[in-house]
């Protein structure tokens, strides 16, 4: 939980989602979008033309809710589009994650990327936990017309907001790819954001 004179998470997560998004996220005519960075829960920076409209992807139908039964983890996916600034927008409430709907739904070839605050003024968020997950681990995201997919966990990496790996989180892909991001690492009080990104990789089961 962070000291009083932090701001809201949703509030440090906005701006370190400005900080690293410096592309704008692609619409039908435009290619790709941008990353995240995050604050108390999200992620860094990506190129417009790295993640491709979800109007290309009408096959599998949305994501409603992830699952990750060994962190607790159990929260409705709100959709996540883009700020007026063209960064990519993050969860308005700390304990509820998104699906940047923009890009690849889970189960379609690419990196579908859900985000969420690591914390708030009055405690945890929904990926509270996420830097303590363990390759193996399943992530459940059920779907819109009752189906579901399951990803396992491949890896957990914590890079520095300034050095957000896009290629890595973002590029295309030839199968179906999904990636969790929230912040960590420590709390710069004079930037009142997270210094790192947290970032789970994983592959369907």
Avoid at 22 to 41: E, L, Q, R, Y
Avoid at 99 to 108: D, L, M, N, S, T
Avoid at 114 to 133: C, E, K, M, N
Avoid at 185 to 201: K, L, M, P, T
Wanted: net charge positive; with cysteine.
């Amino acid at each position: 939980m962070p000291p009083p004179a932090r701001l809201p998470a949703l509030v440090l997560l906005a701006a370190a989602l400005v900080a690293g998004l410096t592309a704008a996220a692609p619409d039908s005519a435009a290619g790709p979008a941008p990353p995240p960075v995050a604050a108390p829960a999200a992620p860094g920076p990506v190129h417009a033309d790295s993640v491709t409209s979800d109007r290309t992807y009408a096959a599998v139908a949305p994501p409603v809710r992830v699952r990750i039964a060994a962190r607790r983890v159990d929260s409705r996916l709100d959709r996540l589009g883009r700020q007026p600034d063209g960064t990519v927008a993050v969860p308005e409430r700390t304990a509820v994650a998104g699906w940047y709907e923009r890009g690849p739904r889970p189960g379609q070839a690419g990196p579908a990327v859900i985000l969420g605050h690591v914390d708030s003024r009055t405690g945890p968020g929904v990926f509270a936990r996420l830097d303590t997950i363990r390759p193996g681990t399943p992530i459940r995201i059920d779907r819109a017309d009752g189906s579901a997919v399951v990803f396992r966990v491949t890896a957990v990496s914590r890079v520095p907001k300034t050095r957000f790996p896009t290629d890595l989180v973002y590029a295309p892909t030839l199968d179906p790819a999904l990636r969790l991001i929230t912040c960590g690492g420590d709390f710069d009080h004079a930037r009142e954001s997270y210094r790192d990104n947290v970032i789970v990789y994983a592959e369907p089961a």
